[in-house]
């Protein structure tokens, strides 16, 4: 039994697809003077978006109607159990890291979110090894992405009511300082705010019509749901848009993802020097959290099948572990950039891109492979 899992962990490790990262990889290690073209990367993430979610969207409308409460409770239970993986993040890397808390809790808010790249990975050595996955998954994907949003909101909006110092530090860590306290006759103007989404008045604002933006309506939900909704609309119809031998989104989509993870490949071995500053606490963060929220979120997912009697495909345990698994480096970033200013923008993608999605897409997708074989 060990030397089969042996042989599958290593057929699914050099699947075509995952040989193109490490060439992008490889790439940049070697400084080959190579840039893929910003355009053409902005074009596959549209690509892939609009792919998944169509295609999701048209499988999601045959559905049997009586099958539509667990669905629900099983993308609801992806909701919050992100929540769960941004608390367990936030509390190991308090006890592993000696990092500003809000690095800290910026970094564990990327770990409550999910990553579009990974899913894909995942969905396309799903189909070249016919492993079945349930239809909805991509609707989990789109579900899962918002929670890193909100608990990024609230962890840095608690550091602030505690004292938090415009530069992100807090009262007990060096080089704080303490807000300076208006003597008798001194002016009433309030002092200049950098970040004026942050207060209004005194009190802080948990979510701006700007920020709503960037946590419900960014652009990649936009596409992923709109994806969806047409394929359902399609579906529901009867006049199915996409077929097995659809030139564009089937047969061109593993193309479009093998030059999506080159570009990924690439840009993971460019966050490596970032975590020379970090620590091998955060590094050994960074590897261990996907396979600790993975294992985590299979297991649930089992739970989950056994109280409601739901049957779970193999790949959905698989797409669920990588959703579990993955770190966010679109809609959280752009949320830290309009609300959180305070903390460091290259801290949080070198753990996310340049450890866990690497992981994930060479070693992890393998691994829980393998895992949802022994519980199938």
């Known amino acids: 039994m060990l030397h089969e899992l042996w042989q599958n962990f290593a057929h699914n490790l050099f699947k075509p697809l995952l040989l193109f990262f490490y060439l992008g990889f490889l790439m940049a290690v070697l400084r080959v003077r190579f840039e893929f073209p910003a355009v053409i990367y902005q074009g596959l993430t549209m690509y892939l978006l609009l792919a998944i979610g169509w295609r999701g969207g048209e499988a999601l409308a045959q559905v049997d109607p009586w099958q539509i409460d667990n669905i629900a409770e099983f993308v609801a239970a992806g909701f919050v159990w992100n929540f769960v993986n941004g608390a367990v993040a936030y509390f190991l890397l308090n006890r592993m890291t000696t990092m500003r808390r809000v690095d800290k809790a910026t970094v564990a808010s990327y770990y409550a979110s999910d990553g579009a790249g990974s899913f894909a990975t995942a969905m396309g050595v799903l189909g070249t090894i016919g492993m079945a996955y349930d239809a909805y998954m991509p609707v989990m994907l789109a579900v899962m992405e918002v929670p890193g949003c909100l608990v990024a909101l609230y962890l840095v909006g608690r550091l602030r009511r505690n004292g938090m110092d415009a530069t992100g530090l807090m009262p007990d860590?060096?080089?704080?300082?303490?807000?300076?306290?208006?003597?008798?006759?001194a002016a009433t103007q309030p002092p200049f705010d950098p970040n004026p989404t942050r207060r209004r008045r005194g009190k802080p604002r948990v979510l701006t019509r700007e920020l709503f933006g960037e946590v419900f309506l960014n652009p990649g939900l936009g596409l992923l749901f709109g994806g969806i909704i047409i394929g359902v609309i399609s579906g529901l119809q009867g006049a199915q848009a996409v077929h097995d031998d659809d030139s564009f989104f089937v047969s061109a989509f593993h193309g479009a993802l093998c030059l999506y993870l080159l570009d990924m490949g690439m840009t993971a071995a460019s966050k490596l020097?970032?975590?020379?500053?970090?620590?091998?606490?955060?590094?050994?963060?960074?590897?261990?959290?996907?396979?600790?929220?993975?294992?985590?979120?299979i297991a649930a997912a089992h739970i989950f099948a056994i109280v409601t009697a739901t049957h779970l495909k193999p790949g959905t345990y698989v797409l669920f572990a990588i959703l579990c698994a993955a770190a966010s480096y679109i809609a959280v970033p752009a949320v830290q950039r309009l609300a959180i200013p305070e903390a460091s923008p290259t801290l949080p993608l070198a753990a996310s891109l340049g450890l866990t999605f690497p992981y994930n897409v060479t070693l992890g997708i393998p691994v829980y492979i393998e895992i949802a074989r022994l519980l199938s």
């Open 173 to 185: 860590e060096p080089g704080y300082t303490a807000p300076v306290e208006a003597g008798p006759g």
């Open 273 to 297: 020097k970032d975590l020379r500053t970090a620590g091998r606490g955060f590094v050994l963060f960074g590897l261990l959290a996907p396979n600790l929220f993975a294992t985590l979120g």
